[in-house]
């Protein structure tokens, strides 16, 4: 599975953006994703997790009410709707993979395919 991720941009606090997953490869739609974030200097984190169905979502407490993953498994690519943004919110945004799911969902070992990252910067 490749993943390429995109959406990324600048834009100012309080606006939102909408990224991108889109996977080539057999069968997506047996592949949970996630999606994490790494600021400069900063360990990359966890932002959020969706099941293969997407039945289910899991975010991180800071992006919760703020962030919301969603998937389109006939277009084989998953979306992070990102609303109020906030200059904290600045990174560099993967999505991620891994064959059918993962308990340890926040954990970027738990998957198997990354995609190449899409710049998000917000300003104050």
């Known amino acids: 599975v490749q993943l390429q991720a995109s959406g990324g941009g600048l834009v100012q606090a309080g606006g939102s953006l909408r990224l991108s997953c889109a996977a080539s490869?057999?069968?997506?739609?047996?592949?949970?994703a996630g999606w994490f974030r790494q600021a400069p200097g900063k360990e990359r984190e966890f932002v959020g997790y969706i099941t293969w169905s997407g039945s289910s979502t899991h975010y991180r407490d800071s992006v919760k009410g703020r962030f919301t993953i969603s998937r389109d498994n006939a277009k084989d690519t998953v979306y992070l709707q990102m609303n109020s943004l906030k200059p904290e919110d600045t990174a560099v945004y993967y999505c991620?993979?891994?064959?059918?799911?993962?308990?340890?969902?926040?954990?970027?070992?738990?998957?198997?395919?990354w995609g190449q990252g899409t710049q998000v910067t917000v300003s104050s």
């Open positions: 490869g057999p069968a997506f739609s047996r592949y949970a």
């Open positions: 991620a993979a891994v064959l059918i799911g993962t308990s340890d969902y926040a954990s970027d070992r738990a998957y198997d395919y």
